[in-house]
């Protein structure tokens, strides 16, 4: 028997399975508990975010130097008027952190988005091609990665100053390498199966094998690791923030907040307090959520040791 029809052996029955992309089975909220909690603490984050004009009591801006810092509605001399106290120049501290949901989910996403593609890519390349390609992209990913994030992204922002889209482009750079690293071993993993090694018989292109048959297989895994770098980013934009480093005030950021409120820790403990429960929610459902679904994928890892 000839290679040729020992090949169309292995590739017919592969190539329908192989050639639609990969789905993720649609999440069973009443049966994953950490998908549904997640999912929905995450959802409530995003309609406040998109909707802060309309649900913001007063311009999160508009300074009075009548009520600084007054406390929450259920303090010692608070007020409903500023249900959750007001900060060192008088403005209203709910506000402030309904505008500052924004920016943090923004620059969340977006940098997850840039690394992910960097990531994935270089990733992709490695896997697939070997040989020299390989040891050039993972050596840099390795290299980059004895550097601590938190240092490099304080070079990279000092080096080209605070804002939204420096924000994005110094967090996409330093955490490209997570992704290049797991898609990197997946695609090694692929290449020897028999679906690509037909394909690459029949004359399939690398570029063609690698859309249609290698990155279907991997988007699973791959969703799961860019949903839980969300929770990474908001982190690293707020250390920024708070160092000073990230956008500049009076921007309305959690990062802002918090760093405000640490200067004034004994005086107006619940600016700190509020911003970093605010965080730390923020945080906490997108992990819950990334842990959910992984497990929904790959229902063994729930039985794997912690």
């Not at 999912?39 to 600084?68: E, K, N, V």
Request: glycine letters at 10%.
């Amino acid at each position: 028997m000839s290679d040729v029809t020992q090949a169309r052996r292995v590739w017919l029955p592969w190539r329908a399975r192989a050639a639609a992309p990969a789905r993720l089975r649609a999440p069973s909220f009443g049966k994953n508990f950490k998908i549904g909690l997640g999912a929905g603490i995450i959802l409530a984050m995003i309609l406040t975010a998109i909707f802060a004009p309309f649900i913001a009591p007063y311009d999160p801006y508009q300074q009075s130097l009548a009520m600084r810092l007054k406390p929450p509605a259920w303090m010692e001399g608070g007020s409903a008027r500023n249900w959750l106290g007001t900060d060192t120049y008088g403005r209203d501290l709910l506000s402030r952190l309904i505008y500052g949901a924004r920016l943090s989910i923004l620059v969340g996403v977006a940098s997850m988005l840039l690394s992910c593609v960097i990531g994935t890519t270089a990733g992709l390349v490695a896997g697939y091609k070997g040989g020299r390609v390989e040891q050039v992209i993972m050596r840099l990913a390795d290299a980059q990665m004895a550097i601590p994030e938190i240092l490099l992204a304080i070079l990279m922002v000092a080096a080209i100053g605070g804002s939204a889209t420096n924000l994005i482009l110094v967090l996409g750079v330093s955490r490209w390498m997570v992704y290049a690293r797991v898609i990197f071993g997946l695609t090694r993993s692929l290449k020897q199966r028999p679906f690509v090694e037909a394909a690459t018989l029949f004359g399939g292109s690398d570029r063609y094998i690698i859309r249609r048959h290698i990155l279907p297989q991997i988007i699973p895994v791959l969703t799961v690791v860019a949903t839980l770098q969300v929770a990474q980013m908001v982190l690293q934009e707020t250390a920024l923030s708070y160092l000073g480093l990230g956008l500049p005030n009076p921007t309305a950021t959690w990062g802002n907040i918090l760093a405000e409120g640490s200067s004034r820790l004994f005086v107006a403990p619940w600016i700190a307090d509020l911003a970093g429960v605010a965080i730390i929610l923020l945080v906490w459902g997108i992990n819950m959520f990334g842990n959910g679904l992984r497990e929904h994928i790959d229902p063994q890892s729930r039985l794997a040791p912690r």
